[in-house]
């Protein structure tokens, strides 16, 4: 990264003395705030932590719509929360995303906070959507960008929008393939992940410097590492989790906030921060964790049983880099 780069982004990417620590969850951050009248759009928010997000959200007094593939089984979830809708929303078929974006628009409405939450967990083998793009990247990157410049009229409608891409601890370790983001050849579960979630914050970084005069401001938040979620709860993969210290002997979550192992509703409380805190007026562009703003860390750290290094690394925040992957998201989607 040059050195002009790293002055872009160095004056936002720092904390802001939250009074909010690791082990906050979605309710206490909420806490006295009042979200009447805001309208609210998260995707996969009927599962894991999009679940927490949905009910946090909606217990402050926000309108929530669930986007979900199928929403009869996503109704069934959400079920007795006021305030919350339910619509069909498939991330990786664009005829959906546009479907979906086409009903909003229709009905007027201002979207004040959208959340992209949805994810898939890791194919072991690689896997394509409908347009042959890579299934983590599509889900986590390409249909999400797709969704959100589609609302962009309704974002900027709302006066004081915030977009939140949830991404993870794994931008650390993830580096967009420019030539083949596709994984055609080389394909690893853990290499795609990591390249979706640092795509994650490369996308919040280029859509704030794009749109923050508009009133739109961009997020990225790791949550924290939740076991027990549809994206790993597979039984295959317990062994790994004991090893990893994620699960104890009787195959328990271990929950240690601090050392980044968060219950569900802890989990949530970084994305519902990044939604709705009134500490983050004015800020945008910036990865979070832990209720606050990362600092930033390019030191080459290890995943131990006792250590999750989450802090953003300078890569994932390099406006440069975020320039490049809108533009090559652009390019992908009109293929």
């Keep these: 990264m040059s050195q002009q780069s790293q002055q872009s982004w160095s004056s936002q990417q720092h904390p802001i003395g939250s009074p909010f620590g690791a082990a906050a969850t979605a309710g206490e951050v909420l806490e006295g705030v009042d979200l009447r009248g805001r309208s609210v759009v998260v995707t996969g928010g009927h599962q894991g932590i999009g679940f927490e ?3 946090a959200l909606a217990g402050a007094g926000a309108e929530v719509l669930v986007g979900a593939r199928s929403p009869e089984r996503a109704a069934e979830k959400v079920a007795g ?9 498939d991330l990786v078929d664009p005829g959906s995303v546009d ?3 086409g009903r909003r628009l229709a009905a007027g409405r201002p979207v ?12 072991a083998e690689r896997s394509l959507d409908a347009d042959g793009h890579e299934i983590q990247f599509a889900t986590s990157h390409l249909g999400p960008f797709r969704l959100t410049l589609g609302l962009l009229p309704l974002l900027r409608a709302a006066r004081g929008a915030r977009v939140v891409n949830v991404s993870s601890g794994a931008q650390r370790m993830g580096a967009i393939r420019w030539d083949d983001p596709d994984f055609t050849t080389g394909y690893h579960p853990g290499a ?25 401001r961009g997020y990225a938040v790791h949550p924290g590492v939740v076991i027990g979620t549809s994206l790993n709860n ?3 993969d317990r062994e790994a989790y004991r090893a990893q210290g994620l699960l104890d002997e009787e195959g328990r979550p271990v929950i240690d906030p601090e050392a980044g192992k968060k219950t569900p509703a802890q989990g ?13 007026d004015g800020i945008g562009g910036v990865y979070l964790k832990d209720c606050e703003v990362s600092v930033v860390d390019g030191e080459d750290r290890p995943l131990t ?6 802090e953003v690394h300078p890569d994932s925040i390099d406006p440069e880099a975020a320039r490049r992957l809108w533009e090559l998201t652009e390019q992908m989607l009109a293929r």
Excluded: H, M
Excluded at 81 to 89: F, P, Q, T
Excluded at 112 to 123: E, G, I, S, Y
Excluded at 192 to 199: C, E, M, V
Excluded at 268 to 280: E, K, N, Q, R, Y
């Design 53 to 55: 997000v949905t009910r």
């Design 81 to 89: 929360i006021a305030g919350v809708e339910v619509d069909r929303l």
């Design 99 to 101: 479907a979906f974006v």
């Design 112 to 123: 004040d906070v959208l959340v992209n939450c949805a994810a898939v967990a890791p194919p």
């Design 192 to 216: 795609a992940y990591a390249q979706a979630k640092r795509a994650n914050v490369l996308f919040a970084v280029e859509l704030d410097r794009r749109w923050a005069a508009g009133g739109v």
């Design 234 to 236: 597979r039984p295959e």
């Design 268 to 280: 949530a409380a970084t994305v519902v921060f990044a939604a709705a805190s009134p500490l983050l």
């Design 305 to 310: 049983a006792d250590s999750i290094p989450a």
